[in-house]
């Protein structure tokens, strides 16, 4: 993961270039389900599910020769805090930096040490319980997150961790193909290369990008989901703004609510595929456009990603009449969630804990204390004129275009259109619109197709000509000029299908070359 962080004017790296930024907030966390007594979650005292929830978020900052992220940790405490209310079992591997200890106190006793032993470790644990669930009759579900530091080796993915690399065989073994996993796992990964971590490529292979239309990438394994912050093999973005991982920051978005787009308390990956790519459609700066690649679970296109309904969260409900950018941040001051309300739509966003919320919306400001009772974002609750959360520096003029884009049931209904009902992947398109990736995957064939077509009616028309001007010169006066007009519009006939059977197949094979 490439490092786009600031607080306070620190300098830091962004890609190959150094930039100075000033942010406001050092985190983006997620408020725990009332007091959250540590990082290892245990099955709640309530009446048994139906669906065993397991939870396993990892983050690491630091990698060997590589500049230490700032926000991986939080962004793994984020998501736990957002998903261990519902868990049977929720396990966070993390070692929090300094900035980011006073700020998740109430996690470090218990977080599990972010090495590859002890999460294979917790990986075997989830399998066993998972197991047990099934033994008596409940499915089983697994979301799993990474954040940190991301590459590739010889065609192998791998992720950073305090002991070494956890790389995809491992990851597959212990996961993905284990016997034991849960029915359904929902694998989230917000890392440089973090599609190769799950899609393999050959030695020496530069780049490979996703192929919707062709199925390319990782292997479509019953049950098991994708969400991963690159698509190819491209860096995924810190960013100071939002005191986290873009990708992060967006998926937090996404589960808590906001695309929800018909508001049923489901949150889906086809749903979570179209508000990602609305959200990053207004950032046109090439190298900090998120890639996101979103797949489901094979079986099920319209998989729910996440139900906040069941974890006793609070409702916030924007009426259809409002439109605009919406932002809440949490007591801490920390972003807690983030959108662009489409006119005519109703939305609904879930808080968690029992904490106090600053809602920001449409240039007018609100306060809600959270207590499990429906809210809704009315005059009643407006607060006075105050300072305008802000940030400066280069990333921010790359990256202030996410959310410019008014997400609604509209950019769900066009992404639908835009993939397969088996299949929803790249995303990072434009919203209501087919993907380009997807929408061409079947021209480079059609132009080789029809190209080798038009170089083999030009030959016949060719010889075709030739036979022409043969019996021209062998017939009479009166059939010699006939003879010869017709040979004359061969020969121009195969011309033209010689130049156009040429310039297809040159185009084709531009595609393959220019195409990653």
């Not at 009759?137 to 961790?161: I, M, N, P, Q, S």
């Not at 019953?222 to 986290?244: F, I, M, Q």
């Not at 950019?411 to 992947?425: I, K, M, N, W």
């Amino acid at each position: 993961m490439a490092v786009v962080v600031g607080v306070a004017a620190r300098r830091v790296s962004f890609g190959h270039r150094t930039v100075t930024r000033r942010a406001r907030a050092c985190a983006l966390a997620l408020a725990a389900l009332g007091a959250t007594t540590g990082a290892v979650a245990p099955a709640r005292a309530a009446e048994v599910s139906p669906v065993a929830r397991f939870v396993v978020a990892v983050g690491y900052n630091e990698a060997a020769d590589r500049t230490p992220l700032r926000y991986a940790d939080d962004d793994a405490a984020r998501l736990f805090e957002l998903l261990a209310p519902g868990a049977q079992l929720a396990v966070l591997h993390t070692a929090f930096d300094a900035e980011s200890q006073p700020v998740f106190a109430h996690l470090r006793a218990e977080a599990a040490p972010p090495t590859r032993t002890a999460l294979l470790a917790t990986l075997a644990r989830v399998s066993a319980q998972a197991a047990a669930a099934r033994r008596a009759g409940r499915r089983t579900e697994l979301f799993f997150y990474f954040a940190g530091h991301g590459d590739v080796d010889d065609g192998r993915g791998f992720v950073h961790l305090a002991d070494g690399r956890l790389d995809r065989p491992t990851l597959s073994a212990h996961l993905l193909d284990a016997p034991e996993r849960p029915d359904r796992v929902h694998l989230a990964v917000d890392a440089c290369k973090s599609y190769f971590l799950v899609a393999g490529r050959g030695p020496g292979t530069t780049t490979r990008r996703a192929a919707p239309a062709s199925f390319a990438g990782p292997a479509r394994r019953p049950g098991v989901g994708y969400l991963l912050s690159t698509s190819s093999d491209a860096d995924a973005h810190e960013w100071g703004a939002v005191g986290g991982g873009v990708f992060s920051h967006l998926l937090r978005s996404a589960l808590l609510g906001a695309a929800d787009a018909d508001v049923d308390g489901r949150v889906t990956y086809d749903e979570v595929g179209a508000f990602m790519g609305a959200a990053t459609e207004g950032v046109t700066a090439g190298p900090f456009r998120p890639d996101v690649f979103v797949r489901p679970p094979p079986e099920d296109a319209r998989a729910p990603l996440g139900v906040p309904a069941e974890l006793s969260l609070t409702p916030l409900r924007i009426e259809a009449a409002e439109a605009g950018r919406l932002l809440v941040v949490d007591e801490r001051g920390l972003r807690f969630a983030e959108a662009h309300k489409a006119a005519g739509t109703a939305l609904q966003l879930w808080l968690a804990g029992a904490r106090r919320y600053e809602v920001r919306f449409a240039g007018r400001r609100y306060g809600f204390e959270a207590r499990g009772a429906p809210l809704v974002l009315s005059a009643a609750a407006a607060l006075p004129e105050g300072e305008v959360y802000a940030a400066r520096g280069e990333a921010w003029r790359a990256l202030e275009g996410l959310y410019r884009d008014p997400f609604s049931p509209d950019v769900v209904r066009g992404y639908r259109l835009g993939h397969d009902d088996a299949e929803v992947a790249a995303v990072g398109t434009a919203p209501g619109v087919p993907s380009t990736r997807a929408e061409d995957a079947w021209r480079t064939p059609a132009l080789l197709g029809g190209g080798a077509a038009l170089l083999v009616a030009g030959g016949v028309l060719a010889a075709l000509a030739a036979d022409a001007h043969g019996d021209a010169a062998q017939a009479s006066q009166r059939d010699r000029a006939a003879l010869t007009d017709r040979g004359n519009g061969l020969t121009y006939g195969a011309g033209a299908a010689f130049t156009l059977g040429a310039a297809a197949l040159g185009w084709a094979l531009w595609r393959v070359v220019e195409t990653p």
